[in-house]
């Protein structure tokens, strides 16, 4: 249970090095927060997890985010979704998320999805399930390349200590 909406606590927006969303930015996080439990909602998730949502320029440098990541305003969310204790595929969440006209960034991904609240764009889009290919996960929205917990753990270790 989160303290910021249903699923997301002030303390997973905050900066993978700890530091809070400042106050002047928690309008913003606010604002995005409610946006990615809606898409939950919508798409029937038991639990959002966050990979990224506010970073400080520090951070977002280390992780080789763009100086102008949105990010850095606390107004973007990296997520995924699960649903009945399995991964919901990123690119179909993106897909519904397109398909919705969604008026902000959406960025797809192979292990999560990209929104934000900046200008309408979409990047990545190469990675997106297309209306042709959609009957391909018919069986429901559920990820056939299941990340587990530890999958996620090791990832994100890697990009810690990735070398220059």
Same mark, same amino acid.
């Given at each position: 249970?989160? *303290? =910021?909406?249903?699923?997301?606590? +002030?303390?997973?927006?905050?900066c993978k090095d700890g530091?809070?969303?400042? *106050?002047?930015?928690?309008?913003?996080?606010?604002?995005? #927060? /409610?946006?990615?439990?809606?898409? #939950? *909602?919508? =798409?029937?998730?038991?639990?959002?997890?966050?990979?990224?949502? !506010?970073?400080?320029?520090?951070?977002? &440098?280390?992780?080789?985010?763009?100086?102008?990541?949105?990010? =850095?305003? #606390? %107004?973007?969310?990296?997520?995924? =979704?699960?649903?009945?204790?399995?991964?919901? &595929?990123?690119?179909?969440?993106?897909?519904?998320?397109?398909?919705?006209? !969604?008026?902000?960034?959406?960025?797809? $991904? /192979? &292990?999560?999805?990209?929104?934000?609240?900046?200008?309408?764009?979409? +990047?990545?889009?190469?990675?997106?399930?297309?209306?042709?290919?959609?009957?391909? $996960?018919?069986?429901?929205?559920?990820?056939?390349?299941? @990340?587990? @917990? +530890?999958? +996620?753990?090791?990832?994100?270790?890697?990009?810690? @200590? %990735?070398? #220059?």
């Amino acid at each position: 249970m989160g *303290d =910021l909406t249903k699923n997301i606590s +002030w303390s997973e927006m905050a900066c993978k090095d700890g530091t809070p969303v400042p *106050d002047q930015l928690k309008e913003n996080a606010r604002k995005i #927060a /409610n946006r990615v439990q809606a898409v #939950a *909602d919508v =798409l029937g998730a038991d639990k959002i997890i966050l990979t990224s949502a !506010y970073r400080t320029p520090l951070h977002n &440098n280390f992780v080789g985010g763009v100086p102008t990541s949105t990010h =850095l305003e #606390a %107004k973007a969310i990296d997520f995924y =979704l699960i649903k009945g204790g399995t991964v919901m &595929n990123p690119q179909l969440v993106g897909h519904y998320i397109a398909k919705g006209n !969604y008026d902000g960034g959406l960025g797809i $991904y /192979n &292990n999560f999805t990209h929104l934000d609240v900046g200008s309408k764009r979409m +990047w990545n889009k190469s990675d997106a399930i297309s209306d042709d290919n959609l009957s391909e $996960y018919e069986s429901g929205i559920i990820r056939k390349d299941y @990340f587990s @917990f +530890w999958d +996620w753990i090791a990832y994100y270790i890697s990009k810690l @200590f %990735k070398t #220059a």
